[in-house]
């Protein structure tokens, strides 16, 4: 049978080294006679897989002792309302950078609870996606934090840079890009990023969290919505998605052996590279995004001739390359290419491209 | 290597074979090339997956056409808040049961949300507990709900009977019962139940719903908790746990293939009666239930000679029966029985403890 090679956005393609040690361990994890799914969470064996899961993100992410580490339910989503509930504190006013649809959403949500500051937002210029510059803006004391998605999956855009923002707690969604790149954690207040990209599957997401940030809530936040109860229980305030959990450490586990997120970085660079090169120097192919502010995650183009794609996808899937339908609030192709996805699978693309374009010009 | 029954409280013992077919599938579904955990929660497969997995629980409990089905992260202490979020209207006042220490946390939760009346409370009695009669209470229509908990896996207390709540919506906890037994669905207006107990493993929840019990919600309510986003978006609103939706699935078939709900009643019944004869019967040992209030899936019980529970608890171990300690609250003993529990676990437990009491008396 052929490699099947999963562009998806999320969830997304996982190793194969990674995916065959789940599949080894499900029934009777270590030689304990049981699988990780029917263990409690409050047993010894679960205990030290959880904590060996935090160790090794903290030592992945040079994560320092007085940033928490979470492992919560409800996904990115959840957290668009929980960043604002948790960090507002006294203050009514959060920045936000509008940089697309994930952005979007954050500040929609945040607006239940905050008056939402929209410093900087993208902009269109003849066709081509232009990220707004995010430093020199007018962050001020009243800003409880400065909310901004690194990755946008959906648009294919990122911010290669990290904004100034003073004494104000920067706030990141990385879903899409943690342990694609060294984070200088001290610059961030808080990080978060649900697994289903680049951490295992979907049903757990990771939240660093300086201590300081976390504030009182108001009465109506639910238990769960709530990062002191969860930081109070180790994340087992109730029963975390412990399968979710464990994955997840197989996946650090897995980007520790490969060298650590310097490595990550660099094939991240390399795999997206092929790509672009091939978008620019084909006229077949187009980027709608200005080349300072191209992913290293997600790559959306468009074909010359749009009245191709269904054939495109088609020829595709049959070559094994699939899940490459763009999002379909902005159309066109997109690929996506998180830490799972090897090397091969992004050269076999590129092939499949210059030959779609040979026999279609 | 000798078999592991697990008594534990949940997460919980699966039945070998789903866990098996799991294992299976892990790496390659149905000759997609892909795992489960892989594909897109939008792509056809996993659609597949999912109206498959909705389609059999509404099959085996008879879930008729105006409930919805909903999978959710988040839990059982999520719904806590979402019940009183969500169905509470434009009333003030919602009716509670304390039958232990499930509902008393559902009720504070609830009490940030609604005036909560408590109609009826747990009772001890000569050191034995007792539910309250649940019938002839007191509901108004003042009432937006009647919540009460099924089962109280901590105490092992199980209501064997549905009250009478007029027009007034009931609702119930089945985290613990679920596909126990058949249910009457149209006297609830709403049930749930995470997954770890009877349904597979941690990081999904079912949500059974009347369709005219869910209301509008403040604006506080973080979108992941309302229903009606839910119920609009067939759960996939965001990116839902695929994997644990999947492993549910995978149960409800096993379920369905040993005959369904009536077939699963039938068991649970003969697991623990089996049990509780020994607690009546040997002066060794002592249930804290009243016999018409004990559960059919969690036997909590205690040493007539408290200071031999350690060594019960080690020689039971070492004769791969784990997971027997009581919840850290009550302390004791407790044997969780769910539908993955086979009856040779039971068995095994059984002989174990009157071998241990001949020796001991």
């Known amino acids: 049978m052929q490699n099947i090679y999963n562009f998806s956005a999320g969830p997304a393609m996982l190793p194969k080294v990674v995916l065959q040690q789940a599949q080894e361990e499900l029934c009777d994890w270590h030689g304990t006679g049981m699988s990780v799914m029917e263990m409690s969470h409050r047993d010894k064996d679960f205990t030290a897989i959880r904590e060996k899961t935090e160790h090794t993100l903290r030592e992945l992410l040079a994560i320092p002792k007085h940033y928490h580490v979470l492992f919560l339910s409800g996904g990115a989503t959840s957290q668009f309302a929980m960043v ?30 905050a008056a939402v500051d929209v410093l900087a937002q993208v902009e269109q210029r003849n066709g081509i996606h232009h990220l707004p510059n995010i430093n020199d803006l007018p962050v001020t004391d009243e800003h409880a934090y400065f909310y901004y998605t690194d990755n946008e999956t959906i648009s294919g855009m990122q911010f290669h840079y990290l904004p100034q923002t003073g004494n104000v707690p920067l706030v990141s969604d990385m879903t899409s890009s943690i342990l694609s790149k060294p984070l200088d954690i001290e610059r961030y207040g808080l990080i978060y990023a649900s697994a289903q990209k680049n951490l295992g599957h979907a049903g757990v997401t990771v939240v660093i969290v300086r201590d300081d940030c976390v ?31 464990y994955f997840l450490g197989l996946m650090l586990d897995w980007v520790k052996q490969q060298g650590g997120v310097s490595v990550m970085q660099q094939q991240c660079q390399q795999k997206t590279k092929r790509l672009y090169e091939l978008l620019d120097n084909h006229d077949f192919y187009q980027s709608p995004i200005a080349p300072a502010d191209r992913s290293h995650l997600n790559v959306p183009f468009t074909l010359a001739k749009p ?55």
Chains 1, 2 share one sequence.
């Open 307 to 361: 009245v191709l794609e269904g054939a495109f996808l088609e020829q595709a899937k049959q070559a094994g390359l699939v899940g490459l339908t763009g999002h379909r609030s902005v159309g066109g192709m997109r690929a996506s290419i998180y830490l799972g996805m090897p090397e091969a699978g992004v050269k076999k693309l590129v092939e499949f491209m210059q030959n779609f374009a040979e026999k279609n010009k």
């Open 215 to 245: 504030k009182p809530v108001q009465e109506y936040t639910p238990t769960m919505f709530r990062y002191q109860i969860h930081i109070d229980n180790q994340s087992c305030y109730n029963t975390p998605p412990t399968y979710a959990w």
């Open 84 to 113: 604002p509930m948790n960090l507002l504190g006294n203050k009514k006013k959060a920045a936000y950078i509008h940089s697309g649809q994930w952005s979007k959403k954050a500040m929609e949500e945040a607006a239940r609870y």
